[in-house]
Nanobody, 129 residues
Framework: QVQLVESGGGLVQAGDSLRLSCAAS????????MGWFRQAPGKEREFVAA????????YYGDSVKGRFTISRDNAKNTVYLQMNSLKPEDTAVYYC??????????????????????WGQGTQVTVSS
């Protein structure tokens, strides 16, 4: 079992930055890949970013590439999402997730929510124009 708790969301203006954190507990943190997804009202859950167990490989959705950075600190059992140059269309609830589907993740399905087994409760990010 893995428990995930996100934090760091809030209300910001367009162009601002935010850093989200996701604290994990349970299974050894450094043994599984992690991802961030988001969901805006009335829209499907969208892949944002993912990171391998070591942090050596990272992946991004097209809408955030170049603006967001995912990282992890295995000593602190935490994964981060640094969000720069925020836009109103980034407004959503952001969820972190842990994947135990190693085969699926590393074969390229890191963008699929079905690849992830554990989810946090989400943190709201609102970007005003």
């Amino acid at each position: 079992q893995v428990q995930l708790v996100e934090s760091g969301g809030g209300l910001v203006q367009a162009g601002d930055s935010l850093r989200l954190s996701c604290a994990a507990s349970g299974r050894t943190f450094g043994s599984y890949p992690m991802g961030w997804f988001r969901q805006a009202p009335g829209k499907e859950r969208e892949f944002v970013a993912a990171i391998s167990w070591s942090g050596g490989s990272t992946y991004y959705g097209d809408s955030v590439k170049g603006r967001f950075t995912i990282s992890r600190d295995n000593a602190k059992n935490t994964v981060y999402l640094q969000m720069n140059s925020l836009k109103p269309e980034d407004t959503a609830v952001y969820y972190c997730a842990a994947s135990m589907e190693f085969g699926n993740f590393y074969s390229g399905s890191y963008y699929s929510s079905g690849t992830y087994d554990y989810w946090g409760q989400g943190t709201q990010v609102t970007v005003s124009s």
